[in-house]
Antibody
Framework: QVQLVQSGAEVKEPGASVKVSCKAS????????LHWVRQAPGQRLEWMGW????????KYSKNFQDRVTFTRDTSATTAYMELSSLRFEDTAVYYC???????????????WGQGTLVTVSS | QSALTQPASVSGSPGQSITISCTGT?????????VSWYQQHPGKAPKLMIY???KRPSGFSNRFSGSKSGNTASLTISGLQAEDEADYYC??????????FGGGTKLTVL
């Protein structure tokens, strides 16, 4: 079965960077794009962007495009999200999500990681 | 890009039906029939409930249905059950490879 397993919680100081991993299994890794979504405490879901795992093309939300980088390691079937210049307001749970899952469409996310809490604190 | 507009909260009694609206613009909901709905219980990852406006994942409860009219999408839950109490988020494709979420709606089953 499809699984997305994310790395553990992180605590970082303001100005630092954090790199969250998302290990995929149960499907052909290069066949589906992976998206990243974050949720600050008590707040709504916020789309951050996606990576085409096959060709490494990326698309970033304007809200993050200057500070976020998506990469992947196909041999490890793992995707990564790195967020730099961390601010207190970046404290959130970060999720990876795989496109599609039902039928032929891909404009939705049928599979999600368990989430990674990133806390920015001095 | 502004978030889609959802009511902050809705409530209903067991067995009743409720509808959650999701209002966007002609740049997202109005143009693309690509709205998805996610259920999120506290401390859990979101779970897909409806995709491409009105399609239900195979094996999922048929008490959940989706629709769209103009710039507004809707999620209807019929025969409310206690386990339906959760936060619900709509999300729409917004063109140029971007997506936008709604603000979320807290459903309370009375």
């Amino acid at each position: 079965q499809v699984q997305l397993v994310q790395s553990g919680a992180e605590v970082k100081e303001p100005g630092a960077s954090v790199k969250v991993s998302c290990k995929a299994s149960g499907y052909t890794f290069s066949s589906h794009s992976l998206h990243w979504v974050r949720q600050a405490p008590g707040q709504r879901l916020e789309w951050m962007g996606w990576i085409n795992v096959d060709n490494t093309n990326t698309k970033y939300s304007k809200n993050f495009q200057d500070r976020v980088t998506f990469t992947r390691d196909t041999s490890a079937t793992t995707a990564y999200m790195e967020l730099s210049s961390l601010r207190f307001e970046d404290t959130a749970v970060y999720y990876c999500a795989r496109e599609g899952g039902y039928g032929s469409g891909s404009y939705y996310w049928g599979y999600w990681g368990q989430g990674t809490l990133v806390t920015v604190s001095s | 890009q502004s978030a889609l507009t959802q009511p902050a909260s809705v409530s209903g009694s067991p067995g009743q039906s409720i509808t959650i609206s999701c209002t966007g613009t002609s740049g997202d909901v109005g143009t693309y029939n690509l709205v998805s709905w996610y259920q999120q219980h506290p401390g859990k990852a979101p779970k897909l409930m409806i995709y491409e406006g009105s399609k239900r994942p195979s094996g999922f409860s048929n008490r959940f249905s989706g629709s769209k009219s103009g710039n507004t999408a809707s999620l209807t839950i019929s025969g409310l059950q206690a386990e339906d109490e959760a936060d619900y988020y709509c999300c729409s494709y917004a063109g140029s490879g971007t997506w936008v979420f709604g603000g979320g709606t807290k459903l309370t089953v009375l």
